[in-house]
């Protein structure tokens, strides 16, 4: 038996004594496939963060400051490429062995991701002056954010197809190509260039253009425009759109204290809080991603949601404190490393926020899979958080600086995994009367 195998079979044995019950072949196989996905971003996350904490360090508040705003502006502008598409391929996708159906639903989406990425970017381009108005920034930053999103935008599809396919391995593999890369290219700025935003912008868009080479090779099989179809486009986008409208709710959500601190306090400020909120998710963001990227495709393939709700609820309070503690840890030691000044209350802050935004992850994957109808819950509770983290982050942010924006993403955050883990129940409830 080799290491690999020992490896799983210890941690399939742990998982049989921690919920007691029996391990499966699809235990294993969710085993095997998490320990590949743990290894790959281990490395990959590992070496970004390196160069996040090494460049922002190098750059000062300020030139931090402004590359977290093209990574927000970037996120935004974003949003409409494959509308509807791209977020409905890796359901559907996960859900199908058959060939034939798997190869229509690639061509098609495919197809109508490149139908309105290029004239978005068009128009954007055209536009760079009013969008730089929007963000208040120089239009220099506007224009970068463009050219990044093109390749941020196939990216993203690209992992939506890869974890439909269920080639988490591939991912595993193409990800960590991507982020050596990105490093060898970070230490040849640092080493050879004058200090400018490039420094991190550089290896930030190589990482993207990298991975999408080699996913794009490994997916070309699939392509034949000819295969594009109206009827898989409209099953598509029948959990697309809503899918989307999450994806639009999230991302704002997610952006709005960044937007936010950068008009009321400015770029220095909002440095200092990338910084924050990089250090806190540093380990907890990885460990998440991992579980995640294996967990969805799983959840969409075997629905189970009781089962599931029970296994998660037990993990959950020993995943929260445990986060709690870990980000605390990354936090102080990274803001050391930053060479950025370490405030204890904010450390806390952050942490408690960073573990909030772990269940909600967790819970809202688990709903999401269940069907249209769920996913649409989801829907209405990231609206409804982002309509209440607007006026707070106003108001906090000019009240308490930086902190009152963490507070804020808290609130709306623990309001939201509370109303998500009330739609498992409910589902869950039905499917057992049923």
Do not use: C
Request: net charge positive; glycine share 6%; proline share 2%.
């Amino acid at each position: 038996m080799n290491l690999k195998t020992t490896t799983i079979k210890k941690i399939a044995g742990l998982y049989s004594k921690f919920f007691k019950v029996k391990s499966s072949k699809n235990v294993e196989k969710f085993i095997e496939t998490l320990l590949f996905v743990f290894i790959a971003t281990g490395i990959s996350k590992g070496l970004w963060f390196v160069i996040n904490i090494v460049g922002g360090r190098v750059l000062g508040p300020s030139l931090y400051g402004e590359f977290t705003l093209v990574q927000a502006i970037t996120e935004i502008i974003v949003i409409p490429v494959g509308i509807g598409v791209t977020t409905g391929i890796m359901k559907y996708l996960a859900e199908t062995d058959k060939k034939e159906r798997i190869t229509k639903l690639i061509s098609t989406a495919t197809t109508y991701f490149f139908i309105t990425l290029i004239p978005l970017v068009a128009i954007y381009t055209i536009l760079n002056n009013q969008i730089a108005d929007i963000f208040n920034t120089g239009n220099h930053l506007v224009l970068l954010a463009i050219f990044l999103s093109i390749f941020w935008a196939l990216n993203g599809f690209l992992e939506q197809v890869l974890q439909g396919l269920h080639a988490q391995k591939k991912w595993s593999k193409f990800s960590t190509i991507a982020y050596i890369t990105s490093a060898i290219v970070f230490v040849y700025i640092l080493f050879t260039s004058s200090t400018t935003i490039l420094l991190l912008y550089v290896p930030y868009l190589v990482t993207f253009v990298v991975f999408s080479a080699q996913g794009i090779t490994y997916i070309w099989k699939f392509i034949k425009p000819k295969e594009f179809s109206s009827k898989y486009l409209k099953e598509l986008t029948s959990y697309g759109i809503i899918a989307f409208l999450v994806y639009i709710a999230t991302t704002f959500l997610g952006n709005v204290d960044r937007i936010m601190i950068n008009y009321i306090l400015g770029a220095t400020q909002l440095g200092f809080y990338q910084a924050y909120y990089l250090s806190s998710i540093m380990i907890l963001g990885v460990l998440s991603g991992i579980f995640i990227r294996v967990f969805f495709p799983t959840a969409a393939k075997h629905k189970d949601p009781e089962g599931m709700t029970k296994k998660l609820d037990k993990i959950a309070p020993i995943g929260f404190f445990g986060a709690i503690i870990i980000s605390m840890i990354t936090i102080y030691i990274s803001l050391y490393l930053y060479n950025y000044e370490y405030n204890i209350i904010s450390g806390i802050i952050f942490s408690v926020v960073t573990a909030i935004s772990f269940l909600v992850v967790i819970y809202s994957n688990l709903l999401n899979a269940q069907s249209t109808k769920s996913i649409k819950k989801t829907l209405w509770g990231m609206i409804g958080a982002f309509l209440i983290n607007i006026p707070l982050n106003y108001f906090l942010i000019k009240s308490i600086g930086i902190n009152g924006a963490i507070i804020s993403t808290g609130i709306s955050f623990l309001l939201l995994v509370v109303y998500i883990r009330i739609n498992l129940s409910k589902i869950s409830s039905s499917k057992q009367s049923q």
